[in-house]
Every structure is written in C-alpha cells, then in structure tokens.
C-alpha cells in the first residue's frame, strides 16, 4: 500500500495529422480520442424511496441510482467508473443492493472501478466503497464504521405525566415489539440485538469478501469503529491518500476527460419540487423530519 498511485498509461503515436506543419501536433491532440472515466456521485444518506417517501431528496437507493449506473458502464472509451463516495451510512438493504449492481456490472463489461471518500465513507457508505477494486481517500475522511445501529425513544414517562393512556391491540405477541410507547420488553431487546448480529455478519462477510487480504489482522476492525483515510491505509481499510482527478490523471494520462453521471433537474422539475410541500401539506412535517434524521446520521461521525 502506498500514498501515491505511479501507473500511467502508454504513450499515444501521432497520427497523420501531426505531420501537418505548424498546426499538425495541436490538431492531433485536440481531434484524438481520449479515455473517459464515469463518476457516479454516490453522496447522502442511503435510505429507500418510492412514491412513500416523495420529498426525499439526496438519500441514495437502487431504484434513484439503477440507471445512472447503467449509464456509468456504457460510455465509449472507459478505463473506469470512479465512485465518489460521501456517505454517514443508512439502509444494509440498500446498501447491499446499490453495491451488488455495481459489481455485476463491472464484473460483466470488465471495467475497473475506483472509490474516492471525500468527507466520509462511513458504515453503509464504506459497504458502497467496497464495491471498487480500489478504495482512495484524503488523510482527512472518515473511514469504516463497519457496525450495526437502531436509536429510537422512550415516551413512558412522559404519557404518564400527561396521564395519555396507550392502547394496542394485535394478533401476533411480537406485532408491537419495541413500542416507544411502552416499556421496554427484554425479550424485545434481545429479539433486536439478534438481527442487529445477523446484520453485522452480513457486514463483515462482505468486507472480508472484498478486502479480507488487505486488512490489519491485529486489529478489530470489525466493531464499528472509524478512522482517519490516513490511520485507514495503515489499517488496510483503502488502498491509498489522494484525490479522484489526481489519481485518474496519473493512472490514464493527463488528457483523460471526466464523466459525472447524475440526474439533471429541469426548470419544470425544480418549480415543482420547491413547491411540493405547500401542496403535500403535512408532509413539510415528513421533510423536517428526514431532514433531522440526515443530520443524526452526519453527527454521529463528528461531522
């Protein structure tokens, strides 16, 4: 492992043009085919969408980001899709899915793919950038993560205040389980934990999966705690400290022409999205709240 990536590629030949006096060299490097890398900006809070949740914007899931990915791995002349990773975490489920199509593709057009972390690549989104055949970051992301967490609140005490009597009627002992409106139920909590372990199992065999051979063996790096990118390439959670255009630069030449696949809004579509909640009415109560819910996930590595 190393700070610095050394590779370049070859040498292109002049073509006829060059031969041209005075304006021939200028001609063949402006009229040459260059190397093209896709960035997907893989960037927010991973959380599922669909007509449920319509104000959700900037979350990341499969169904928002399927064909931007497609489209990353058709353009013509690519040397690699370049993921640009800047994630607290979020849905294991969506995590799993964006990561698995990334590799299915890759796999199938044989294309190399590389992560970049900016501020952070953090539980679900470290799960996104083992997706890459190679992991970068600067010294200062955040890094790993590799755990599993569920917050919720307790409001016992306070409906007793209020003397608010709480009222739940199921078919199925477990329907209600961990109920904020209820005491604690131990075998709730234990039920919780054991799909809190399978989760993180599932984690873990993923890492292990893309980067077991990479990683420290005399460290736990597997108790969701992060790093620094710096403290991370000792630890052998990425492959070295640097930036997307700097890396791609020095891997495929100076002349390689950048790709940011991502859906483009309208003026249409922007009128109508700064209006939505006056027109959803009590969804600007939903959007405030995903909106905490997003900043929760961001604190909870220091950012």
Known sequence: MSETTETTSPARQPSRLAR??????????????????????????????????????????????????????????????????????????????????????????????????????ASGGYWLACAADEIFADGASIVGSIGVITSSFGFTGAMEKLGVDRRVYTAGNSKSQLDPFLPENPDDVLRLRELQNDLHAQFKDWVMARRGGKLAQDQDLFDGRF??????????????????HGICRARFGKEVVFRRIGQRRGFLSRWVGATLPERLGGSIAEAALEAAEARAAWARIGL
């Open 227 to 244: 790093w620094t990118g710096r403290r991370g390439l000792e630890l052998g959670l990425i492959d070295g400290l640097g930036d997307l």
């Open 20 to 121: 041209i006096p005075f304006i021939g060299e200028a001609l063949d490097r402006h009229l040459a085919p260059k190397p093209i890398v896709a960035v997907l900006p893989l960037t927010g809070v991973i959380a599922p969408g669909g007509m449920g949740t319509p104000l959700r914007r900037g979350g990341l899931n499969l169904a928002a980001l399927d064909r931007s990915i497609e489209i990353a791995f058709r353009l013509p002349r690519l040397k690699a899709v370049a993921l640009a990773v800047n994630s607290p975490g979020g849905s294991p489920v969506q995590s799993a899915l964006i990561a698995r199509r990334i590799r299915q593709l890759a796999e199938e057009k044989k294309v190399p793919v590389l992560a970049f972390c900016e501020d952070a690549a």
